[in-house]
Nanobody, 131 residues
Framework: VHLVESGGGLVQRGGSVRLSCAAS????????LGWFRQAPGKEREFVAA????????AYADSATGRFTITKDNADDTMYLQMNNLTPDDTAVYSC?????????????????????????WGQGTLVTVSS
């Protein structure tokens, strides 16, 4: 599956952005999904994950309470709502996906995403938070 992100841009401190991730050439219905980010000069880090059914989520400590990951299987799109942004959130945000078997616990699905056990990466979208 080919992942395509959208929604990045420039936002002021304290502002909000919603990122989207859609698939071309396939459906996301059987994929656990997530977001990673990489800030300039830093290593890539996990941000958030969601199980294929959308019922289980996981967040990095830096995202907890400010970011919300959702998955809409009807329009085959995943979203990351980011609120109360700070300059430390400036990064390229990449959508990731892992094809999951039907009999895997949803907690395992999000664990796979967190551990970078992945099948697909998007190109990324830049979010810049100004101070």
């Amino acid at each position: 599956v080919h992942l395509v992100e959208s929604g990045g841009g420039l936002v002021q401190r304290g502002g909000s952005v919603r990122l989207s991730c859609a698939a071309s050439g396939g459906s996301l219905s059987m994929y656990a999904l997530g977001w990673f980010r990489q800030a300039p000069g830093k290593e890539r880090e996990f941000v958030a994950a969601i199980s294929h059914g959308g019922y289980t989520t996981a967040y990095a400590d830096s995202a907890t309470g400010r970011f919300t990951i959702t998955k809409d299987n009807a329009d085959d799109t995943m979203y990351l709502q980011m609120n109360n942004l700070t300059p430390d959130d400036t990064a390229v945000y990449s959508c990731v996906a892992k094809l999951v078997p039907l009999d895997i616990p949803s907690s395992t699905e999000v664990a796979w995403i967190k551990s970078s056990n992945l099948d697909a990466w998007g190109q990324g979208t830049l979010v810049t938070v100004s101070s």
